[in-house]
C-alpha cells in the first residue's frame, strides 16, 4: 500500500484526479469504479476541469459506481444515480449507455446483483477504483463484519453510517437502511485502488486500514492484501499512524521527487 500524506485536500483531489488522468492517456477505453460522498467531490471538479481545459476525453470510458441506496429512486436528490449525475457525469462526454450505478429500485435485488457482477466482468474489469473510507472503516458499504471475500449484494447500514449520512437527509429517520453495494471482493479485483480521506474523524479508521490486522471489524484493511492501492490522505486523517514519517520519508525517496535543499 502507498501512503500519500497531503498538504491539503486541494491535493488530495489533485493527485487523485492525475492518477485518472493518467491512465485515460495510455487506455483510453478505461473502465474506471467511482465512489460517491464529501471526500471525491474535489476530485470530480478537477477531472470536470481537465476535460473542459485540458480535453480529457471521457467518450470511450465505462464507469461502475460502488453502491446506491435501496428504494431511493434516481430522480431522488440523495440517491447516488443524482450525485453522480450532478457532481461528474453530467459535465463531462461520458456516453450515458457506459454509465453503471446499482439500482436502488431493481424489484430482484438478487438478479441485478449478479447482473451487475457479471457486466464488470464483460466490460473486461475495473481498472482504477477510487473510494472514500467509513469512519467505521468501510469501504462502499461494506460494513464492519462483512466478508472480505463477498460481492454485490444488499447490506443493512450501520448505526455509525446512518448518523454519518444523516447530514445529508433531513433527520437520520430518513436515511435508508439498506444499501446495495459492491463486495470487498469486488472492489479487490480492480488492477487499482485510489482511496481518499480528509479530516480527523478518519484518522482512527486509516490507521486501522494501514497498520492494524486484515480484519472484517474495518474492511479498508483488506487493501494491505491489494497489489497496486494508494492512500491519499491529509494530516488530520493521518494523525494516528505510527509510521507517518516513514511514509513521508518514501515519498521524498521517489524518483522524480523533489531534492530538499
Ligand atoms: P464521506 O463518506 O466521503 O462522505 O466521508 C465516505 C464513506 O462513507 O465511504
Known sequence: MEVVICRSYDEISKAAAKEIAD?????????????????????????????KHDGLDFSQVTTFNLDEYVGLSPDHDQSYHYFMHENLFKHIN???????????????????????????????????????????????????TSSLGSRTRIKTLAKQTIEDNARFFKSAGEVPIYAITMGVGTIMEARKLLLLA???????????????????????????LHPDAMVFIDEDAAGELKMKDYYKWIQTKKPGAPKSA
Open 23 to 51: 491512465l485515460l492517456n495510455t487506455k483510453p477505453d478505461a473502465v474506471l469504479g467511482l465512489a460517491t460522498g464529501s471526500t471525491p467531490l474535489g476530485m470530480y471538479k478537477e477531472l470536470v476541469r481537465m476535460h
Open 94 to 144: 461520458v456516453p450515458p449507455q457506459n454509465i453503471h450505478v446499482p439500482s436502488g429500485t431493481a424489484k430482484n435485488h438478487k438478479a441485478f446483483c449478479a447482473w451487475y457482477e457479471q457486466r464488470i466482468k464483460d466490460c473486461g474489469g475495473i481498472d482504477v477504483q477510487v473510494l472514500g473510507i467509513g469512519s467505521d472503516g468501510h469501504i462502499a458499504f461494506n460494513e464492519p
Open 198 to 224: 480528509n479530516k480527523k474523524n478518519k484518522a482512527k479508521a486509516v490507521a486501522d486500514m494501514v497498520e492494524g490486522p486484515v480484519c472484517t471489524m474495518c474492511t479498508a484493511s483488506a487493501l494491505q
